[in-house]
């Protein structure tokens, strides 16, 4: 069974920096994309940021420039350093894991069970 542990989440005031962590484990062949994802109460969840075996990244517009992903492939983990944080990033943060720990079961997506980050005003 594979299981996604995150971690660097808490309370910090506007303009600060959070960096979070999510590390996999378990049976992984092949981990593909990597990301993180956030949710508000009463909103859908929504993309953060992702970063491919490649190393490409995409992110949503409102943290471009002030957020970076990446990756360490040989640990099976993902970071995101969050700079110049806002209120509006608040929320539950998310990671999620596209890997292969089975040939015959193919791709699956993988979630963690979230850390909360909260911008101060």
């Known amino acids: 069974q594979v299981q996604l542990v995150e971690s660097g989440g808490g309370l910090v005031q506007a303009g600060g920096s959070l960096r979070l962590s999510c590390a996999a484990s378990?049976?992984?062949?092949?981990?593909?994309?990597m990301g993180w994802y956030r949710q508000v109460p009463g909103k859908q969840r929504e993309l953060v940021a992702t970063?491919?075996?490649?190393?490409?990244?995409n992110y949503a517009d409102s943290v471009k420039g002030r957020f970076t992903i990446s990756r360490d492939s040989v640990k099976n983990t993902v970071y995101l350093q969050m700079n110049s944080l806002k209120p509006e990033d608040t929320g539950v943060y998310y990671c999620?894991?596209?890997?292969?720990?089975?040939?015959?079961?193919?791709?699956?997506?993988?979630w963690g069970q979230g850390t909360q980050v909260t911008v101060s005003s």
């Open positions: 999620n894991a596209q890997l292969i720990w089975d040939v015959a079961a193919g791709i699956r997506a993988y």
């Open positions: 378990g049976i992984i062949l092949s981990m593909k994309t």
């Open positions: 970063i491919t075996s490649g190393g490409s990244t």
